[in-house]
């Protein structure tokens, strides 16, 4: 087995940068889904340069590279222990090699261990077949996703759908409700996986199992197949759209699957992936651990289409507006909704570390009239010893809810970029002290990466490097206005029209 190691390192590589054809070709067909020029297709069309970007730098297509999950099928004898030590190996590699993000932290301490490695990281499932070859499968399932997985006990009440009960319309409102409850924050237009049956823990491991599943297959349970055709059908109906903007397409994919219960329980799990539909596998030669064929279809079978020129054109009626940080009140009172702005400056990362800690303590660097994005980027260090930003997309913004509109009073800020929208608390604090929230596009980590041009310094590196507090040197960065000074929010409209599409939906189908 002395290439077992270095298959998974490849795999691994292969999962973080370059997304397999089958994500591709829905992708694709969201694209042609949407009309040229609106928030959603601009949306769409950095996505798709951000894939080809991933695959042409060999590097992470978002900047949050999961929880490396990892399940290998062996013939019977293999030696498990050692493949084990390998796979972790080629993970601590592939983390060094910025491919990965150094995403395992300690839930008590928060100490990041800089390596992915820890208790409980990287996820290795291992079991038997009959098959005289190994498989491995990887899925990269990004945090901001799997914060939108969703558990149902059956019967129960659902906002907007009413009563669902223990049975297959039951689970069809549970499914509809999942994408509704995801919005944009789970990096929409989304791949669900659900779970019928099993207890609280297999339920949603067989949720997640379903993302394995290709994307265009089709489910042999025939009740199923057209559990998920519905679904298909008529989710997008919700018009969630790409990255909660509003639009056509909010899911790309459904798959379920199901299992056997107990008499008292009925769960209905839902797995929640964003378009970063990060999974491939391999098979290997079980002598030498050598990659004899890919599980999915590879990207480069399906180059990622350009925007046709004219489609561009018809965006030219957005406004956009360039601003040079610090921003001043004035810049900030003339930006509406549906703005575009282009931020050129000094900008400062921060995310849930520092914005509680900035609640009690002092900031290192004047925040007055800056822009804080919220965003943990992959770091590395050039042969001169210099950071560089490898790669950088907006992480979710909800979770500082409870802190960001005191931090923007306290300090002065004038802009949060992040994605996925924040509340009512923000949404006032906005309007009172006059600043704005910026919706990135999430998972364009690639496409964010290149605006950075310099990295200025950094602070709290021991709160990891996600976490810390970069201060980058920022050429073009281009968001979206979409909370204004005003009190106005896209999130909030598209939000409150979503749940008054989702009661469409009450009466029974399947019976
Ligand atoms: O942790 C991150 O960088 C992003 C996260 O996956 C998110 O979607 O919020
Ligand atoms: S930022 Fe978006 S694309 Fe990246 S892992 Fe999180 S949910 Fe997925």
């Not at 590699?93 to 100490?111: E, H, Y």
């Not at 810049?331 to 931020?343: K, N, P, S, W, Y």
């Amino acid at each position: 087995m002395q290439h077992f190691q270095e298959s998974i390192y490849q795999l691994i590589v292969e999962t973080s940068t370059n997304l397999p054809a089958d994500v591709r070709e829905a992708i694709q067909a969201a694209r042609a889904r949407e009309d040229a020029g609106t928030r959603s297709a601009l949306s769409l069309s950095t996505i798709a340069d951000n894939i080809r970007m991933a695959e042409c730098n060999v590097s992470p297509i978002c900047q949050d590279t999961g929880m490396p999950t990892f399940i290998v099928h062996c013939p019977v004898g293999a030696n498990q222990i050692e493949m084990k030590k390998q796979i972790i190996a080629a993970v601590a590699q592939a983390t060094k090699d910025s491919k990965l993000r150094t995403n395992s932290v300690d839930s008590l301490t928060g100490a990041n261990s800089g390596d992915n490695i820890g208790p409980g990281t990287p996820v290795i499932h291992f079991e038997q077949w009959e098959r005289n070859e190994i498989e491995a499968k990887l899925i990269l399932k990004g945090g901001g996703c799997e914060n939108k997985n969703i558990q149902y006990s059956l019967p129960t009440e659902l906002e907007g759908l009413g009563k669902a009960g223990r049975d297959l319309d039951g689970i069809r409102k549970c499914i509809l409700h999942a994408v509704y409850q995801a919005q944009g924050q789970g990096c929409s237009a989304g791949f669900i996986g659900v779970g019928i049956g099993g207890d609280r823990t297999t339920g949603y491991e067989l949720a997640k199992h379903q993302l394995f599943r290709a994307a265009d297959d089709v489910n042999p349970n025939d009740e199923l197949r057209k559990l998920e055709e519905y679904i298909m059908d008529n989710a997008n109906k919700l018009g969630i759209g790409t990255m909660g903007f509003g639009g056509q397409v909010t899911l790309l994919g459904c798959k379920v699957g199901v299992m056997n219960r107990l008499p008292a329980s009925f769960f209905v799990s839902v797995a929640y992936n964003c378009w970063a539909f990060r999974r491939q596998g391999v098979l290997l030669d079980p002598a030498t651990g050598a990659i004899t064929k890919w599980a999915y279809r590879k990207g480069e079978e399906l180059p990622m289409q350009k925007d046709e020129p004219a489609a561009a054109s018809e965006s030219g009626e957005r406004r956009e507006v360039v601003l040079q940080t610090p921003i001043s009140e004035e810049q900030i009172r003339q930006l509406r909704v549906g703005d575009v702005v282009i931020i050129n400056g000094p900008m400062h990362t921060g995310r849930d570390a520092l914005h509680k800690y900035l609640m009690d303590h002092d900031s290192p660097v004047d925040l007055n009239g800056a822009v804080i994005y919220h965003c943990g980027p992959v770091m590395a260090k050039d042969a001169e010893g210099n950071w560089v930003v490898k790669a950088a997309g907006p992480t979710t913004s909800i979770r500082e809810e409870p802190y960001q509109g005191d931090i923007i009073k306290k300090f002065g800020i004038r802009a949060v970029i992040g994605k996925g929208g924040m509340g009512a608390k923000t949404l006032k604090a906005l309007q009172e002290h006059g600043a704005v929230y910026l919706n990135a596009i999430g998972g364009a980590a690639q496409y964010y990466a290149e605006c950075f041009k310099k990295v200025e310094g950094v602070d709290f590196m021991e709160f990891g490097i996600p976490e810390a507090m970069w201060h980058l040197q920022t050429e073009g960065f281009a968001a979206i206005v979409t909370m204004d000074s005003h009190g106005n929010s896209l999130h909030a409209d598209v939000e409150q029209e979503s749940r008054e599409k989702l009661a469409q939906f009450k009466e029974p189908v399947f019976v």
